[in-house]
């Protein structure tokens, strides 16, 4: 017997609408609709592939609670994972800012995974030194930016708590009509850059819990603000860890310059520059032309990735 003739596009399909993901809680998510209301959302067939910054297609509310029917295509996906699992930190972003102070101490191995993540992804990665007031700790940070100056990243420096009059001209500037996702260890400051930024997000984020009684899974959470026209901020909880899982050895040749530079003076053209003979990175390390902490986190990076079943 022939088969019925696949449907046209029915009815319900073309009433779709279509939304921003702007949370996520497990499998509860929240999509900002084209009036600028939330709807929860939950994904048709429990697919688990929605992110946080996805357009969706979704179906007309009922009850308040929409289906989330067709995530559509992104133009960018920035993981982070864990030993356990890889994770989708956010999507259709265009920028990466990465946080950090000289208090409480930070930990430069943050700044360059985030920097390897985003060189992944293909977003441009940005550095913002935050509490330049501050005197304790403020050579090691000093030097941290000049050296991701030196690498050729691009890097600002904002006091953003104690002169916010002058930090809040120099953020609307360079994150205007951009979708920036914002990172960082915790107690950074990127709360307080984004109270600058955006200052009714914690009002936001307030009148959303109360009215979906979430109480305070909100701040554990990534979210999307819109910012004028056609920007976000996206604000991710703080955490200590960004791990790269998700990197092959070529990302990480790829993400660090300084050591990129120096692989053409390697002897085998499958060098590792971890124990090989004549390899032209390790004499870089060795003549001092490449900073040993940075060589230590590739060696690092490196043998992780080396141990993995895959290779
Ligand atoms: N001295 C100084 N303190 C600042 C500055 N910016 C922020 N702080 C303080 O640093 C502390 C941490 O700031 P937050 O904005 O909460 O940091 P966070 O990165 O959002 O931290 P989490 O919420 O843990 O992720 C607060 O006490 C701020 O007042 C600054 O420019 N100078
Ligand atoms: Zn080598």
Redesign the pocket.
């Known amino acids: 017997m022939a088969r019925p003739a696949k449907p046209k596009k029915s009815a319900a399909s073309e009433s779709l609408l279509t939304g921003r993901v702007t949370r996520s809680h497990g499998r509860h998510h929240f999509v900002q609709g084209p009036d600028g209301a939330l709807y929860e959302a939950h994904r048709r067939g429990r697919k688990g592939d929605v992110v946080v910054g996805d357009m969706v297609r979704y179906s007309e509310p009922s009850g308040g609670v929409v289906a989330i029917e067709e995530v559509l295509p992104r133009t960018s996906l920035l993981f982070r994972s864990d030993e356990w699992r890889t994770k989708e930190l956010a999507s259709n972003i265009d920028l990466v800012a990465i946080?950090f102070?000289s208090?409480p101490t930070f930990n430069p191995w943050f700044i360059w995974k985030a920097l390897l993540a985003a060189t992944k992804a293909g977003i441009t990665p940005i550095v913002i030194r935050?509490?330049?007031?501050?005197e304790e700790g403020r050579e090691e940070a000093d030097a941290a930016l000049r050296q991701l100056e030196a690498l050729g990243y691009e890097t600002l420096s904002?006091?953003?708590?104690?002169?916010p009059e002058e930090?809040k001209p120099i953020l609307e500037t360079r994150f205007a009509h951009h979708k920036t996702l914002f990172v960082?260890?915790?107690?950074?400051?990127?709360?307080?850059?984004?109270?600058l930024l955006i200052p009714d997000a914690g009002a936001r984020t307030r009148e959303f819990s109360e009215a979906l009684d979430l109480g305070k899974q909100t701040?554990t959470v990534t979210c999307w603000y819109d910012y004028g026209e056609d920007g976000a901020i996206v604000d991710s909880?703080?955490f200590q860890e960004f791990g790269l899982e998700h990197l092959d050895f070529d990302d990480v040749i790829l993400g660090m310059p300084d050591i990129r530079q120096y692989v053409t003076g390697c002897r085998y053209f499958n060098c590792r520059h971890l124990n090989e003979p004549q390899c032209g990175v390790k004499d870089a390390v060795a003549r001092g032309d490449i900073d040993p902490k940075r060589y230590e986190f590739y060696r690092d990076t490196v043998e992780r990735i080396l141990k993995r079943p895959k290779y």
């Open positions: 946080v102070a208090r935050n509490k330049t007031d501050l904002i006091s953003a708590g104690s002169k930090a960082g260890q915790s107690g950074m400051g990127k709360s307080t850059i984004l109270n701040t909880p703080g």
